[in-house]
């Protein structure tokens, strides 16, 4: 895997854009960052204020910068304001694996977005950045991302027990996991 990237790379798909989110898309983000349905599952509390979605987008950029992470801002052509993001985080470069997240403004949901940006976004870990593993952790009630994943050909590996404290409780997370032999996307 390339350990730091020069240029933030831009992934186009049938209808998106996936791009860097910058410091201007903070109001934007804030719009689903603060749904509670949307942040179900996201592991934070609805945010509030535009200085949490600033500190969200500051974390995007670290990642990045040190090379354990990369997260696309979800845009559709022509609307350049992002509605989510996808991307991958807790990268393991000795092991060529990382974890992929995303999440999606709640008036977009069931349009087939999300697996359109996930699709965009596996291929590229899978070809340009050399990924041979790629989990995603999610909670067992969150069905529309178990969904998700499974059409994109991740495979369940177990159940995690408390695994991530939410603010209030513990939460149990499924492991799934997705590996470059498995994985049926088209070459680029």
């Known amino acids: 895997m390339e350990s730091t990237m020069n240029a933030f790379p831009v992934l186009e798909t049938e209808r998106l854009i996936l791009r860097k989110v910058m410091k201007t898309d903070a109001a934007s983000m804030l719009t689903y960052l603060s749904d509670k349905d949307v942040m179900e599952y996201y592991g934070l509390e609805p945010f509030k204020t535009e200085e949490e979605a600033l500190s969200e987008v500051a974390w995007y950029d670290e990642i990045f910068t040190e090379g354990t992470g990369i997260r696309w801002g979800i845009t559709l052509k022509g609307?350049?304001?992002?509605?989510?993001?996808?991307?991958?985080?807790?990268?393991?470069?000795?092991?060529?694996?990382?974890?992929?997240?995303?999440?999606?403004?709640?008036?977009?949901?069931?349009?087939?977005?999300?697996?359109?940006?996930?699709?965009?976004?596996?291929?590229?870990?899978?070809?340009?950045?050399?990924?041979?593993?790629?989990?995603?952790?999610?909670?067992?009630?969150?069905?529309?991302?178990?969904?998700?994943?499974?059409?994109?050909?991740?495979?369940?590996?177990?159940?995690?027990?408390?695994?991530?404290?939410?603010?209030?409780?513990?939460?149990?997370?499924?492991?799934?996991?997705?590996?470059?032999?498995d994985y049926k996307g088209e070459l680029s």
Not at 149 to 172: A, I, P, Q, S
């Open 79 to 181: 609307l350049d304001k992002v509605i989510g993001t996808c991307g991958f985080l807790n990268m393991v470069k000795q092991h060529s694996r990382s974890q992929i997240g995303y999440e999606l403004d709640k008036q977009y949901w069931g349009k087939g977005i999300a697996r359109e940006a996930m699709e965009a976004v596996l291929r590229y870990g899978f070809y340009e950045m050399k990924l041979h593993r790629i989990e995603a952790l999610i909670e067992p009630p969150n069905t529309a991302s178990i969904k998700l994943v499974e059409r994109n050909g991740f495979m369940r590996e177990g159940l995690l027990r408390d695994y991530e404290f939410n603010g209030k409780t513990f939460d149990d997370l499924y492991m799934y996991s997705l590996l470059r032999r």
